[in-house]
């Protein structure tokens, strides 16, 4: 299945607060590809110099709802070189008709030596699936 999400990070310590709070510090576009046997590929609009695509796991935890793991590399946009990983773990809730999710989402970020840099932030999204868009024409 293929989904397209939009991501909204909030600094650290504020999980419950609303965006008219002043907390968020982004909101991210998102493609996101789940496969069977739990195998998953996102990349972002952040842009290719900031992160590489994120690879990970998924698994069924309950009746509609997900957990998912993925990582990926961090590199600097002016100089290309890695600054470490970033690691998201989030739950996912399936709507009813299987067409849309909601997750709450908890993001780690990791320096090249593998330490943790400052705390954790977290992230609530939304996703639809990507419908297919058949062509008329015939080859």
């Known amino acids: 299945m293929s989904w397209q999400l939009t991501k909204a990070q909030h600094a650290p310590g504020s999980e419950n607060e609303t965006p008219e709070e002043g ?9 996101e590809m789940t496969r069977m046997r739990g195998g998953m590929i996102e990349t972002s609009n952040t842009g290719t110099t900031r992160r590489g695509a994120a690879l990970g ?26 600054l470490g990983t970033q690691e998201i773990d989030r739950t996912m809730r399936l709507s009813a008709d299987g067409e849309s999710f909601t997750a709450v989402a908890v993001i780690h970020v990791f320096d090249s030596d593998g330490n943790q840099v400052g705390d954790a932030l977290h992230a609530t999204e939304v996703g639809t699936r990507l419908a297919i868009n058949r062509n008329p024409d015939q080859p």
């Open 23 to 31: 907390q968020w510090i982004s909101e991210i576009r998102e493609k």
């Open 57 to 82: 796991q998924w698994e069924r935890i309950g009746n509609d709802l997900f957990a998912t793991s993925m990582w990926l590399f961090r590199f600097d946009p002016a100089t290309g070189t890695s």
